[in-house]
């Protein structure tokens, strides 16, 4: 492996700018922080643009780094703790990011599934970056076809976002920034139907039957899914309350639907 260089400051500044959404937009870059992620990113076909380590986790790091393979127009570098904490906002850091393109996915070819039975799931307005994380790498786990992120919805590409996919994002098809209403109208077209989830007043989850090609719709954690959204849907499906409480976290909400719908 190349050696690591120190990062000229005019590069670390333009970096520092991809915490923020409308840099990482306009940029079509984002920042991967952590060794699992980093290595994910590695393992995958997402191109990598550079891997920037601080001098106080150098060591340690790029020990974990040396049996995987980097493509040789990966730029390396070092720098300064100080320097380091620009890019990130975790309060105890690996020392170790990497600078990834974002990848393109054609919508013209999102519906079209070779498998008969195919599920989309879409976030509609979902706000909370943790919320959004442990969804995407609850449908990593079962297999989920691809996810749709409303406009609405936290930045997939935001650093808590990116950490909590666990490097779901790597794996999975997400289209983010989209108006859902067109989006998911053009899958009704293709043959899916739009199962919504609601707190109450929908068919029992233990009693549903899913169809061959679902598009399952998540809500806002306060206010659920929009009215708009509502319109579109085949059928509307609810969670059975068992206890006391008064809602169920969005995120455990899909672990225990997409459980139900590959049983």
């Known amino acids: ?11 670390l500044k333009s970096y520092s700018k991809l915490t923020q959404k409308k840099y990482r937009q306009s940029e079509r870059k984002f920042l991967v922080e952590g060794v699992r992620l980093v290595e994910e990113a590695l393992k995958s ?19 974990t780094l040396t049996n995987l393979k980097i493509n040789k127009d990966v730029e390396l570098f070092s ?49 909370d970056p943790g919320n959004v994380g442990t969804i995407l790498r609850t449908c990593d786990w079962f297999g989920v076809d691809g996810v749709l992120l409303s406009k609405d919805t936290v930045d997939v590409f935001n650093p808590k976002v990116v950490r909590g996919t666990m490097g779901a994002i790597f794996h999975i098809p997400i289209i983010s920034d989209v108006d859902l209403v067109p989006m998911i109208d053009k ?9 919504t989830t609601i707190l109450d007043g929908g068919k029992p989850l233990n009693k549903f039957a899913f169809p061959e090609k679902a598009i399952i719709v998540f809500g806002n954690e306060a206010r659920g ?3 708009e959204i509502q319109n579109l849907s085949y ?29």
């Open 45 to 63: 076909d997402w191109e990598i643009e550079s891997i920037v380590i601080s001098n106080h986790g150098l060591v340690k790091e790029v020990g």
């Open 187 to 195: 899958g009704v077209k293709d043959g899916f139907k739009v199962i």
């Open 235 to 263: 059928d509307s499906i609810t969670i059975p309350k068992y206890g006391d409480a008064e809602s169920l976290n969005v995120a455990i909400s899909c672990g225990i639907i997409l459980n139900s719908y590959r049983a």
């Open 79 to 127: 720098c300064s703790e100080k320097d380091f904490k620009k890019l990130t906002d975790t309060v105890t850091s690996q020392g170790i990011i990497a600078i990834v393109k974002m990848k393109e996915y054609q919508l013209k070819n999102f519906w079209n599934k070779p498998s008969k039975r195919s599920v989309i799931v879409a976030l509609d307005d979902v706000a």
């Open 225 to 227: 899914v929009s009215a």
């Open 1 to 11: 492996m190349k050696p690591f260089e120190n990062i000229p400051q005019s590069l």
